[in-house]
């Protein structure tokens, strides 16, 4: 349960599939958190809200039926709810190579040209909140006298999770590009009282 947020499992809605590409891991393994976008573009931020999605439930039904070894915790949808689809404290998902072993991953749905929406941003910081708090990950994101930091960070791409925190997705590996998950959600961390840490 995050507060404020509309949070739905496979143990609410039988609809909404568990991922089966991972496998379990230790429930003290969680360090650190990778944030992922759908489409990995750079695009607008929207402050309005956007319409009622279902868009997070078919991402999850995809990643539990595809032949891709691929899987992830959780999906924020362009609505703002999130679908789970994995035990962030003892499944080690898919979603970030060499790091899977310590981190929890987290996928936000975009728009065809890379949009995110502001409600969307306020549920990813809470929820981040809320697994930092439950997981005793340190409030922190890489920044550079702060400003986001785009590209690849040698310490952030090893399979021995050594730097508590969250970053992206383009943080850990070249392969998906600056949009993945992009600036605005780095921002929206930072404006909720995330350090910005060089790791």
Do not use: M
């Not at 909404?16 to 489409?39: F, M, N």
């Not at 999906?75 to 929890?104: C, E, K, R, Y």
């Amino acid at each position: 349960a995050v507060p404020g947020v509309e949070v739905v499992t496979w143990l609410d809605d039988p609809s909404v599939p568990r991922v089966k590409d991972g496998r379990p891991r230790k429930a003290d393994a969680a360090k650190a958190i990778v944030l992922h976008t759908v489409h990995g573009k750079v695009g607008p931020l929207a402050e309005r809200g956007s319409a009622p999605s279902s868009r997070a439930e078919r991402y999850a039904r995809y990643q539990a039926t595809t032949t891709r070894d691929v899987s992830w915790h959780l999906t924020i949808d362009t609505d703002g709810t999130v679908v789970q689809s994995a035990d962030v404290a003892t499944w080690l998902a898919w979603h970030a190579t060499a790091v899977n072993p310590w981190t929890i991953g987290v996928e936000l749905v975009q728009e065809s040209d890379g949009t995110i929406y502001r409600p969307q941003l306020d549920a990813t910081v809470k929820v981040c909140v809320a697994l930092c708090d439950h997981f005793g990950i340190e409030r922190r994101v890489p920044a550079r006298n702060g400003v986001p930091i785009v590209g690849v960070v040698p310490r952030l791409t090893g399979a021995h999770g050594s730097w508590g925190g969250v970053f992206g997705h383009r943080n850990q590996t070249t392969n998906r590009g600056p949009g993945d998950p992009g600036d605005h959600v780095f921002r929206a961390l930072l404006a909720a009282g995330f350090a910005g840490v060089e790791p």
